[in-house]
């Protein structure tokens, strides 16, 4: 049977023996769970709960990257993994290891007893435990899908909610109407905690304040009650009577201002004094977060490009919103390095590809259309006529490795080679060479 969270190691082996991939859209069974643990949920440093549609996992990162340049100890889950199962789970600053996760499992379905629950719940407990059993300074937890019925929201009291860009996606589960989709992400927001609310459409921001504004709960808007801009290639941030000027985010693009200074807002609320100006100028300008406009050079197909003269980027957008940050991105690293652009894309079916490519009209790509080892993959035909539907110039490929050597086969000028279209497929591309695993 055809998983979709990729088993290439023993723990995901083990855990999807005895547990449904199905996405649960509830929290009873975890509470249960917990309870049946002892409430591990409780036993946890400061929380910030992170939902949206786009950059929560940048902002996250971030948010790590901050926190730890200012010496903090830091828990953070995170999903979906790219490569192995670890990704998910970070105690301490640490990937979670093997052994420890063996452990944990015989523990947590010792406790569950054989009652139902799926592999993202699971998921969650693991982590939950996980981190109750080691000693930190703050816990990130990123939703995994919506967030009012999201496994993860069985905080009571977070310190502090952050909400990202809320989009079109996911619309089978929590749209079609993008209020209806912000309400499901505004779930995280908890009574007089505070939350920090990153520019919205006008529609779903109506839908967030309502819920912050029923709940007393006091809301920080970028844009209106705190700012985040670049300036002269600096992230500026205004916060109160407070101006921050910090260095450029380590992750390339435009839009990775916008998550960083969501970051820098969250912490500031926060308050943590432990964490002042220049943590947060070291943690913007250090911050990783694979299959993000990742320069790949390692590889089967890092080499390919290498040789080439190209220059090969990854990233796992698939939705419009991170198609315009894409297009965006690659307009201004062809301002200061014109080339070519190729994007190679694979998606799955349910994803609006038009929508994705419709950014991209001015820029003009070259489009190679593939697909990967799902059953809910698009054709390589259907991303292609998407493609040009939206006014590219378009072609297909039967796989990454068949796409990169199209990509490459022109004459003239190396181009700048985007592989994107969903984090699955970018999961699979780092997976074919050790050398490229997140580590």
């Known amino acids: 049977m055809y998983d979709p969270i990729r088993a290439s190691d023993a723990v995901i082996a083990r855990l999807r023996a005895n547990h449904p991939s199905l996405i649960d859209?509830?929290?009873?069974?975890?509470?249960?769970?917990?309870?049946?643990?002892?409430?591990?949920?409780?036993k946890l440093p400061p929380v910030i709960h992170v939902a949206g549609t786009n950059g929560k996992g940048s902002t996250v990162a971030h948010m790590r990257a901050i926190a730890e340049a200012a010496g903090l100890k830091v828990h953070v889950l995170t999903s979906p993994h790219l490569v192995r199962f670890a990704e998910r789970i970070r105690v301490a600053g640490e990937l979670i290891s093997d052994e420890a996760m063996e452990t944990l499992i015989?523990?947590?379905?010792?406790?569950?007893?054989?009652?139902?629950?799926?592999?993202?719940?699971?998921?969650?407990?693991?982590?939950?435990q996980a981190f109750a059993q080691v000693p930190a300074d703050l816990c990130l937890i990123e939703v995994g899908l919506g967030g009012r019925f999201d496994a993860t929201n069985i905080f009571e009291a977070p310190a502090l909610s952050v909400i990202t860009p809320v989009d079109y996606d996911h619309l089978e589960m929590l749209g079609p109407e993008l209020s209806k989709i912000a309400w499901e992400k505004a779930g995280i927001i908890k009574a007089g905690r505070p939350v920090v609310v990153a520019r919205q459409m006008e529609e779903a921001l109506g839908a967030i304040t309502a819920e912050a504004e029923s709940l007393g709960a006091p809301m920080t808007l970028i844009g209106a009650d705190a700012d985040a801009w670049e300036a002269n290639g600096r992230l500026l941030v205004q916060w109160g009577e407070q101006l921050l000027d910090l260095p450029p985010p380590a992750l390339f693009g435009p839009h990775q201002f916008d998550n960083a200074g969501l970051a820098v807002t969250a912490l500031l609320t926060l308050g943590d004094p432990r964490i002042d100006e220049d943590a947060m100028a070291r943690g913007v300008a250090s911050a990783q977060w694979p299959a993000r406009f990742q320069r790949l050079r390692e590889g089967a197909l890092g080499q390919m490009a290498t040789e080439r003269g190209a220059v090969l980027w990854l990233d796992g957008g698939h939705n419009p919103h991170a198609g315009a940050a894409l297009a965006q991105a690659l307009a201004?690293?062809?301002?200061?390095?014109?080339?070519?652009?190729?994007?190679?894309?694979?998606?799955?079916?349910?994803?609006?590809?038009?929508?994705?490519?419709?950014?991209?009209?001015?820029?003009?790509?070259?489009?190679?259309?593939?697909?990967?080892?799902?059953?809910?993959?698009?054709?390589?035909?259907?991303?292609?006529?998407?493609?040009?539907?939206?006014?590219?110039?378009?072609?297909?490929?039967?796989?990454?490795?068949?796409?990169?050597?199209?990509?490459?086969?022109?004459?003239?000028?190396?181009?700048?080679?985007?592989?994107?279209?969903?984090?699955?497929?970018?999961?699979?591309?780092?997976?074919?060479?050790?050398?490229?695993?997140?580590?």
């Open 106 to 128: 015989s523990e947590v379905e010792a406790a569950n007893a054989g009652e139902p629950i799926s592999f993202f719940e699971i998921t969650t407990v693991l982590a939950l």
């Open 332 to 439: 201004r690293l062809t301002a200061r390095d014109p080339r070519p652009v190729v994007l190679i894309v694979a998606m799955f079916a349910r994803k609006d590809a038009v929508g994705f490519f419709a950014p991209f009209a001015e820029l003009a790509p070259q489009v190679v259309a593939t697909s990967f080892d799902s059953p809910n993959a698009a054709p390589a035909q259907e991303i292609a006529d998407a493609a040009r539907a939206a006014g590219l110039a378009a072609q297909t490929a039967t796989d990454v490795t068949a796409a990169l050597s199209a990509a490459l086969a022109p004459e003239g000028p190396a181009p700048h080679v985007l592989i994107c279209g969903g984090l699955h497929f970018a999961g699979e591309v780092l997976a074919m060479d050790p050398a490229t695993w997140p580590r």
């Open 25 to 42: 859209l509830t929290t009873g069974r975890v509470e249960r769970l917990l309870g049946a643990l002892g409430h591990p949920e409780q």
